[in-house]
């Protein structure tokens, strides 16, 4: 029993045990990186050599880069388990920055074709370490698409590494300022990843996922303790984005990863973009919302979005093409198109008398409590100072509690909207519901 005693401890301290063996690695291959900055530094001021200098700043940026791969790691895979490849890993990769950072040598001693040689045994350690946390991952983060991805670009940025450093070592030999150039450039590629890596693995709070599995946008009417919470109906304002994010996640995640088939968190960023978009003058910016807030603390209640007169312009669409495109690729901008395609999205309004509703949704805490309701007041009153004499929205089929709280109010179901999409959902055609005012 002793030995699956100490076995088991090892596996639940892995992650400390990881952290402690590259803090020593890592601290050691700084001390000795370091080290031989006072002799670099005296070097470039006599000699003003950008190519030994230029390599410096890579091998410090590396030495950052190492790190954070594996702290975030250590920090973010909580189902890493046991394995040798890994440890074995960390003692190769040091021994290697041990080996790259010795070739650091001032003045014209310096081989940028044997420094690079060296490097490129790192990419090769860093591309195996990357693909074989790729393939470990893949069967318990699938749907979680940007860790998938996260470990694809930095597979990809330590070859874009790599082909520098091909080029350097198979090349005849370059003047010094190319040399510096491409050191530079690598450079860059290593802190972009870096920066890209930090984005991914540690979301601002105002970014953070959402449970996919939140209520539907009209549970307003599912039974809660609390009484009836006063609200005041006003139009959103660009500070109220985050709030808006809050309750569009909350109240139609599956909808909009089933668009985008993407994770809550990319969903969240892209919704975000969406609503900022040409300063939020579109029929899903941040301007056609009208926000519920509580009277007693101004807390963000629920929402309201009528359709608009506005339209999005050229501009507006080849912009959110554009982020869509960035943070899902070419292949994640076409299919987000064609399942919006798929959707039909909404049927429009039938006469300039119809008020339709695209979307009504309270915050999960607040569900239950009148906000609903009054949201619908809001919608009847609009309609009326618009003379309009229609109300009209569209339910999901298996969304009983959304059917059950608009037929309470007076809807009634008229028509059956079916889609290719619908399937993908699970929750059956959309049904078009109307109220007489």
């Known amino acids: 029993m002793g030995r699956w005693r100490i076995r088991r401890r090892f596996v639940e301290s892995w992650v400390s045990t990881v952290l402690a063996l590259i803090s020593i690695i890592q601290g050691l291959a700084f001390n000795h990186l370091a080290g031989r900055l006072p002799e670099i530094y005296a070097d470039f001021l006599v000699r003003h050599d950008f190519v030994v200098l230029t390599h410096f700043l890579l091998c410090f940026v590396i030495l950052l880069r190492i790190f954070q791969t594996y702290l975030l790691a250590a920090l973010d895979y909580d189902e890493w388990s046991v394995n040798f490849f890994d440890l074995f890993l960390v003692f190769v990769i040091g021994a290697l920055e041990y080996l790259l950072f010795s070739s650091l040598i001032a003045g014209p001693r310096f081989s940028a074709v044997d420094f690079h040689l060296r490097l490129s045994l790192i990419s090769i350690a860093g591309v195996l370490g990357y693909l074989g946390a790729l393939l470990r991952l893949r069967p318990t983060v699938l749907e979680y698409r940007a860790e998938i991805r996260l470990q694809a670009i930095n597979a990809l940025g330590t070859l874009a590494v790599q082909a520098i450093s091909t080029f350097i070592i198979f090349s005849p030999p370059q003047p010094a300022a190319l ?256 109220l007489a005012l």
Request: proline content about 4%; glycine content about 8%.
């Open 179 to 434: 040399y510096s150039s491409l050191a530079l450039a690598a450079t860059l590629l290593v802190i972009a990843n870096i920066a890209y890596s930090i984005r991914i693995s540690l979301p601002p709070e105002s970014r953070r996922p959402f449970d996919a599995e939140a209520e539907g946008p009209a549970a307003a009417a599912a039974p809660r303790t609390a009484g009836r919470l006063e609200v005041l109906i006003r139009p959103a304002e660009r500070e109220d984005v985050p709030a808006l994010l809050d309750l569009m996640m909350g109240g139609f995640a599956e909808f909009y990863m089933s668009i985008f088939d993407a994770s809550p968190f990319l969903t969240r960023v892209l919704i975000g973009k969406i609503l900022l978009a040409w300063d939020g003058r579109h029929p899903l910016g941040y301007r056609s919302f009208h926000l519920a807030c509580a009277r007693d603390d101004g807390r963000a209640a629920g929402l309201i979005l009528f359709e608009s007169d506005r339209r999005y312009g050229l501009l507006t669409l080849g912009r959110l093409s554009l982020q869509t495109a960035l943070r899902l690729g070419l292949v994640g901008l076409v299919r987000s198109w064609r399942n919006l395609r798929a959707t039909g999205v909404h049927r429009r309004a039938q006469s300039n008398a119809e008020l339709h509703v695209v979307y009504l949704t309270a915050a999960e805490p607040c569900r239950g409590r009148g906000v609903g309701a009054q949201l619908l007041d809001f919608a009847r009153t609009t309609a009326r100072a618009h003379r309009q004499t229609l109300l009209a929205l569209e339910v999901r089929e298996n969304n009983e509690n959304a059917r059950r709280f608009f037929a309470g109010a007076g809807f009634r179901a008229e028509e059956v909207i079916e889609s290719r999409h619908d399937a993908r959902l699970g929750q059956g055609p959309r049904i078009r519901m109307t």
